[in-house]
């Protein structure tokens, strides 16, 4: 397999899967705008081979189709698979022995390779100086040559960035302990900025790691004992050791195991004075992090919204190091499916159905990409706890608060779940047979549950504040409780200044409502006065204006959004809304609501204001100019090669 970054570009150049642009490239805004536009239309990877104010090689797009990674990867993923398989259940596996042949070899590749030499053990960081690798007895590529953070390309994808960033980042880090161990390590793909705001150049650069991240339990251990905490920060490498940076591993297993298995061969390392080196990585970034922050971002992020600046942990950068003939491998993220899309398919495509093995009586999940992944869940489980009565969910709350439990799946907003043994054909992956499913079953008045003042996904600005925010399991079980209709009623009414109704999936309306705006004194506010609270009166007169019509006509779901053309020109452009400018304990209403006992619930249609509020932050927008130079050049040179 790929011992090096350069390995896997050649590697796809034989089968014609490498775009080489040779011309000079713009790292502000133009690199970014051509991977997209390649990307978009499923084109190849992408070497820059010239790119502006620097010496290195870039590219993007390695991971931008799920053929080109099972051809990166074709050696490794079936035994990966049959040990992901065999782990979650041995029993299979037991009756087909012949199997058992491709575990071991497997597993051996788990074990992280330490590279040794007699100067590394006396040799203190300050003391390493570029080109003493020579001599070692095995070498260390990435440890050949040195430079400074502003020799890196410094690629700045979006207009309202705030700096370059690292978007393909190994951050490696261990417990602040005396005797380390490599097998407690954490390995995340944790954005890096690398200019821009208060950071010294070339001394500091930030490092944004978001909430249940690995990293976080070893800072806080560092600080506690007063130490600062050792990072190391890999760029480029075997491709596996990308892939296993953003790898959901459970707290008590290191990423680098899984970097071993994908790449069939073990991770290679050494330590100086306390920081982990990647032996095969292109780039390698050493320093401390200390218990103060300073600000980080703008950054346009994968929810397709620009995530604002905060105080977040930074990099004291000690040194830099990089390998002769060096890659500088980035990506660009934004409203999914973007590349990243892609580690998600291979996540699900490894661990297939792993999480019914973990979480009992659970028969699928899928985390929709459309949504962002962390805003919708969407779950297939079972309900067996009281045969003898009507069917209703009770085991499956059991199971949706595992499932919010459950690793990265406990960053969950809005968690759907139902019964399996309604229909056994359901599968949680086609998302409108799924919604149609679940609508027709739910109960309003009973099925909605609550969690308030709770932690949020760090990137999703819906709730009142930082990391704060509420989640909503809607659950159903069950014979259907109605039809669901198809078009818009005839005879709506709708109140003054809502308008442009469409409907989106059977049983789901979606209704233009008055947009958010500024007023004289620059307070935030909705059209006409229509604060939030405006949602209510709209429950009250639409419900006066059409008595009966939406238990009789099956209109389960209403949401109210901006731009009602725009969120029903697609299934992907209505999740993308719908789920993504909600927070569910804050914009969910319903038409007959009701609060008993602390519960809420309503007797008639939900409905959801999904407009962009005062508090969002605003979507991610390109740089026409930009993007029409991206476009030609992206042009010249796919019919040059």
Known sequence: MHQSFMDCIDD????????????????????????????????????????????????????????????????????????????????????????????????????????????????????????????WKKKIPVLECECRIRDLPQIHSWPLDGGSFITLPQVCS??????????????????VQMSGNAYIPDREVGLHYQIHRGIGIHHTQAIESGKALKVSVFVGGPPAHSVAAMMPMPESMSELTFAGMLAARPFRYTVIDGWVISADADFCILGTVGPDTKPEGPFGDHLGFHSLKHPFPYLKVEKVFYRTNAVWPFTVVGRPPQEDSMFGKLVKRLTGNMIATQVKGVREVN????????????????????????????????????????????????????????????????????????????????????????????????????????????????????????????????????????????????????????????????????????????????????????????????????????????????LWVCFLRSNPSKDTHGIQAFSEDKHWGCNESLVTDARLKPHHTTPMEQDPAVERKAAEKWKRNRFAG
């Open 367 to 574: 985390a929709v990409d459309a949504a962002g992944v962390h805003s919708l869940l969407l779950a297939v489980g079972s309900e067996r706890y009281v045969p003898y009565e009507r069917r209703e969910p009770r085991e499956l709350l059991t199971q949706a608060n595992a499932l919010l439990g459950f690793n990265q799946i406990a960053l969950a907003k809005y968690l759907f779940i139902c019964a399996g043994e309604d229909n056994p054909k359901l599968t949680a992956s086609d998302v409108r047979a799924y919604m149609q499913h679940i609508l027709q079953r739910v109960d309003w008045r009973k099925n909605l549950h609550f969690q308030t003042n709770t932690t949020m996904d760090t990137l999703d600005y819906t709730g009142h504040g930082l990391h704060k925010g509420s989640k909503l399991v809607i659950a159903a079980a069950g014979k259907k409780r109605r039809e669901l209709c198809h078009q818009i009623p005839e005879k709506l009414a709708l109140p003054n200044g809502y308008g442009h109704p469409r409907m989106i999936l059977p049983g789901i309306m979606v209704v233009e409502a008055p947009s958010y705006t500024l007023d004289k004194q620059g307070v935030k506010y909705g059209a006409k006065g229509d604060r939030p609270e405006a949602v209510g009166k709209f429950c009250t007169e639409i419900d006066i204006l059409n008595p009966g019509l939406f238990s009789q006509k099956g209109l389960a779901w209403i949401v109210l959004v901006d731009d009602s053309d725009f969120c029903t020109r697609s299934l992907n452009n209505f």
């Open 174 to 191: 261990l417990p602040p302990t005396d005797r380390p161990n490599i097998l407690k390590s954490n390995l995340g793909m944790y954005r």
């Open 12 to 135: 796809l150049e034989r089968v014609g899967q490498i775009l080489r642009i040779r011309e000079e490239v713009d790292p502000y805004l133009e690199m970014a705008a051509i991977h997209r536009q390649v990307h978009r239309e499923k084109g190849p990877a992408i070497l820059y081979e010239n790119i502006k104010g620097s010496n290195f090689a870039g590219a993007s797009n390695i991971f931008g189709t799920m053929d080109r990674l099972a051809f990166i990867f074709r050696r490794s993923l079936k035994p990966l698979q049959l040990l992901m398989e065999t782990w979650s259940d041995p029993l299979p596996i037991l009756r087909q022995p012949r199997k058992w042949f491709a575990l071991p070899r497997t597993v051996l590749h788990s074990f992280p390779r330490y590279v040794r030499s007699s100067l590394l053990e006396t040799t203190r960081l300050g003391d390493v100086k570029a080109g003493m690798v020579t001599g």
